[in-house]
């Protein structure tokens, strides 16, 4: 038999739940409670399979979950939700989940979501794939986007922080103390290294990358007489 905890915060909806399960003669719910008896339910009876409501008003089920994913044995669990909730599937598969359901899923659907977790399978609904998706690429991103600019120089790091808060090149030049000249050719060398992009598509990869403040201008890069000048000349190579 496979044993099921089902928690939810409505007992209507566990009462359902309870029944569509114990139609199959292979399912036994266990127990079933609100999120502030989930663990110790779970301690207590020890089930195969957790059917966890993601957001109940006692405690919610992303903390249920970290809390039974700490047992040992865990049993697997299968996040519940009855709308778009595509800014927990991420953390909830993160914190251990191991499927994602639609409290509307059919019967027949439920069931075997139960016997596949039993078995040591995964289920995803269709409705949580888009943001798994979605996370996944903008992971991918992220990480390309950080390749990228860590093969800028710190100069170049600068400027494009700066290009990505909406700044000229003559803005760029004031506040870093540079030629205008001298930005424009750092901009036209940024935007080569991270592939022939814009500034718009420049400043989306310094977004990806964390890139919210330019790096601290050094103390040879102020103005201060031939000093600065100095330093405007090592910057264009002169």
């Known amino acids: 038999m496979i044993r099921v905890v089902v928690v939810d915060d409505e007992p209507l909806v566990r009462s359902g739940l309870r029944a569509i399960l114990g139609s199959a003669a292979d399912i036994d719910v266990v127990a079933d409670c609100g999120g502030g008896d989930a663990a110790g339910a779970v301690a207590r009876h ?13 405690v919610d089920g992303l903390t249920v979950l970290a809390q039974v994913a700490a047992m040992t044995p865990a049993p697997a669990v299968a996040m519940l939700t009855t709308f778009d909730a595509g800014e927990y599937v991420e953390t909830a598969l993160r914190a251990g989940a191991a499927g994602f359901l639609m409290k509307n899923s059919s019967p027949e659907q439920l069931i075997h ?15 949580a794939t888009a943001p798994v998706i979605g996370a996944y690429l903008a992971s991918a991103a992220t ?3 950080a390749r990228r600019v860590e093969a800028l120089t710190e100069r170049e790091r600068q400027v494009l922080a700066l290009v990505s808060r909406g700044l000229s090149n003559r803005d760029i030049a004031g506040r870093l103390h540079l030629a205008h000249g001298t930005v424009k050719d750092h901009v036209s060398s940024v935007l080569a290294k991270l592939g022939g992009v814009n500034r718009v598509q420049a400043a989306v990869v310094a977004d990806r990358a964390g890139m919210t403040d330019p790096p601290p201008v050094r ?6 007489g031939t000093g600065a000048m100095n330093a405007d000349v090592r910057e264009r190579g002169l």
């Open 113 to 127: 979501a139960v016997r596949v977790l039993a078995g040591g399978g995964r289920i995803l609904a269709a409705e």
């Open 219 to 224: 103390g040879d890069d102020r103005p201060a």
């Open 143 to 145: 990480r390309d986007a």
């Open 46 to 58: 020890r089930p195969d399979v957790l059917l966890l409501d993601i957001r109940m008003p006692d």
